[in-house]
């Protein structure tokens, strides 16, 4: 193996190895708050997936989550958050608010193709 086949193996490894990462890696989209009085409002962007994807808040918190869909991708015109039995139309270009109380644990949320994925945790 010559010297250019030996350096464009290695820079094609590389650049397999960048593109799995960048696309499969993980995501830090996370917000955590630490109020404890009255309610928590979080805004969550639907656009491809979930913006902030994960919400830390206080175990016990009521929480105002508004979904801000921007999007008419069938994939995510519906919520499902299986722990609370909450099951909603998301339409879209528009906001939908769903008031909860948090209880202890990781709270998974989806779209209704489940394909789309983001997390409450209540700590």
Do not use: Q
């Not at 290695?10 to 109020?35: E, Q």
């Not at 869909?69 to 906001?95: M, Q, Y």
């Not at 948090?102 to 489940?114: D, L, Q």
């Amino acid at each position: 193996m010559s010297p250019v086949d030996l350096a464009i193996a290695i820079g094609a490894v590389a650049l397999i190895a960048l593109v799995n990462w960048y696309f499969l890696g993980p995501k830090h989209d996370r917000v955590a708050i630490s109020a404890t009085e009255g309610s928590v409002d979080v805004t969550v962007r639907v656009e491809g997936g979930y913006s902030p994807s994960t919400i830390e808040v206080p175990a016990g918190s009521k929480v105002r989550l508004t979904f801000d869909r921007r999007e008419d991708n069938p994939c995510s015109d519906e919520l499902v958050i299986a722990d609370f039995g909450i099951r909603r139309e998301l339409p879209a270009h528009g906001k939908t608010t769903i008031e909860l109380t948090v209880t202890p644990g990781r709270h998974e949320f989806s779209c209704g193709m489940g394909m789309l994925h983001g997390a409450i945790i209540g700590k």
